[in-house]
Structures are given as C-alpha cells and as structure tokens.
C-alpha cells in the first residue's frame, strides 16, 4: 500500500488602441504606434503629409473600433471599400461592403452582451501614397473570457478618405496558447519540501523548460536510510482537449497522466489516473489550495486501488525552500 502512496504523494505534495512597441516605432497621440519613415528618403511621401496621412489612418482605426464597441454594423461597415474583402480565421473569405456588413451584424447577435474589441502591438506602414497596412492583435473580452488574435489590415486611401480593402484574421500560435494557459500554474516553480507520515521527506523542484511551453517538476523522496525514490512529471496545454494535461514516470517503472482544473481560486484538482510497476491501476483526485505565497495544502481524495477504495489522506503542508 505505500507504494501507491507514494506514487500519489509525490505527483502532487509538493485606448480604444493600446500603446505597442516595434522596432524603429514611435507612439502617435492616439496611442498607435508607427513606423517612422527611412532616413535614406524612402518614404513615397514628404514628411509633413507623411504625418497627415498617420494621423488620417489612426482616425479611421479609432473610428472604425468605436463603432464595433458600439455595435453598430452599418458605421462600422462604412469603413470598409466597396469592394473590401475579409478573411476569417478558418480561412473563409467575405467580399463586398454588404456582405461585410451582414457578416459584422451576425457576429453582433452571437456575442455575449457586453462584449468589447481593443487593439495591442498595432503599427502601421504607408506602402505607396494610397496604400498602408496595419498589423496588430485584437483582444475581445467578453463574460465568456479574452481572446487575442493577430491581424493584417490594408488600408487603402479613395475620395472618402482612407479605407480598409481587406482584414485577414490569423490563428493564434498553439504555442503561444500552450503558454498562456500554463501561466496560471506558475505558482507551482521553485523548490518545495513536505514531510509525510513514516519519517518520509518529500523535496519538490518545478522549472519551466525552453520558451516557457511546458513545465518539469521532479520529485525526490527520502527517508531515514537516504534517497527512496524519484520521479519526474511533464506539465503542458493539451490543444485538443482544451485542458491542462500531466505525465509522471517514476523510478521505479510506475506512469501515469493527470487532468489539472481550478475549482476556486485559490484551489486546484487533479484527476490523477497511474499504473503501478507491478501492474495495479490506482486513481485519485489530489487537490491543491494555495495557502499564501510560500505554503501550499495538499491532499488527495476519491483514491482507488485496482477498484478498491482507500481513505482519503490528511491534508499536508507543503513549504517553500
């Protein structure tokens, strides 16, 4: 049975446009950030109208956001030419001022109320003298949560001033995704210590690994005569789940996967499903509350041993070195 105890303890016991920054970049008043034009002569204009037609760009962009916020299809359907297209995320394409506009009306009706669209990192070109592209990331926040996006905007200018001829709208990298979802354990990292009935120590190290897509936690068990027994658990965003995922493998030949969820904000559980070096199947539920910034409760729940139910354990706290 302290095998399983074990395995189990050492998984777990331990402004409508927002300022952004680009190389060579200036913030505008508006709060857009532009690029300046080449010191070398490059740019299609004359510095002074180079500044006018920024300027007349960032108004459209102000414009165009206040009547999204707004929720207004028609307004924000003006911005576009007549011939504008956009590209949604999944690829597909809407052409035609219209058909925008139906599709803007549409997307209004599916949101939760209250819903609101900013931008971030937004900076803008001027290609040609008619021809500028904006890129950036839109952040939606809604009841529901955030969403950031990044984009690419032409922009081009008419008799009716500067107008957007296409958007297309990018997926967000997995592993910018797999990051942000992670960020939300990163109590976790640094070193941790518990000490267990039976005279066992328990030391806990959490790192995370290159670009911050996974954590790595090890684990090592001591008791009176030294070092008993390790293990290492794989922390990361399992996109096609949609959830936070773990793996242990431990010294001794055992392996198992979690499922990590917060069920207040302070406290976490783990669906915790492992096979013994011997061939058992154990579950349990191990739950985390986060006492303060250096000590963490852990104690595991709903444990089952080759279908056999075991008694929860007493909570144990778990300190940091």
Not at 101 to 107: D, G, M, Q, V
Not at 126 to 136: D, F, K, Q, R, S
Not at 252 to 265: D, I, L, N, S, Y
Request: charged share 25%.
């Amino acid at each position: 049975m302290i095998r399983f105890y074990c395995l189990i303890t050492l998984v777990l016991a331990s402004s409508l446009v927002s300022i952004g920054t680009c190389q060579d970049a200036r913030p505008s008043p508006q709060g857009t950030v532009i690029e300046k034009p080449s010191a070398q002569g490059e740019s299609p204009l004359g510095s002074g109208r180079v500044q006018f037609e920024y300027l007349a760009i960032e108004d459209a962009i102000a414009g165009y956001l206040d009547a999204i916020n707004q929720r207004d299809s028609e307004r924000a359907a003006s911005y576009w030419s007549r011939r504008g297209e956009w590209t949604l995320k999944n690829g597909e394409r809407i052409s035609g001022r219209e058909k925008i506009a139906f599709a803007i009306r549409e997307s209004f009706d599916e949101e939760p109320s209250g819903t609101t669209t900013s931008l971030k990192e937004v900076s803008i070109r001027l290609i040609t003298p008619n021809v500028a592209v904006e890129e950036g990331v839109a952040i939606v926040k809604s009841s529901e949560g955030e969403q950031q996006t990044p984009y690419a905007v032409v922009h081009v200018k008419m008799d009716q001033g500067w107008k957007i001829d296409s958007v297309r709208a990018t997926q967000v990298p997995v592993a910018a995704q797999m990051t942000s979802q992670l960020k939300s354990l990163s109590w976790l990292i640094g070193d941790w210590r518990d000490e267990v009935d039976g005279g066992l120590r328990v030391e806990t190290n959490a790192r995370w690994t290159l670009g911050d897509h996974s954590i790595r936690r090890s684990f090592q068990m001591f008791d009176d005569n030294g070092l008993r027994e390790q293990a290492t658990q794989v922390i990361l965003w399992d996109a096609k789940r949609g959830k936070i995922r773990s793996w242990i493998f431990d010294s001794k030949g055992g392996f198992g996967t979690g499922f990590w969820r917060q069920v207040e904000g302070n406290k976490w559980a783990v669906e915790m499903e492992l096979q013994l070096a011997d061939g058992g199947i154990a579950s349990a539920k191990n739950i985390y509350r986060i006492l303060d910034d250096s000590r963490l409760e852990f104690s595991s729940t709903d444990r089952k041993l080759n279908g056999v139910a075991l008694p929860d354990t007493q909570p144990v706290i778990v300190t940091r070195k």
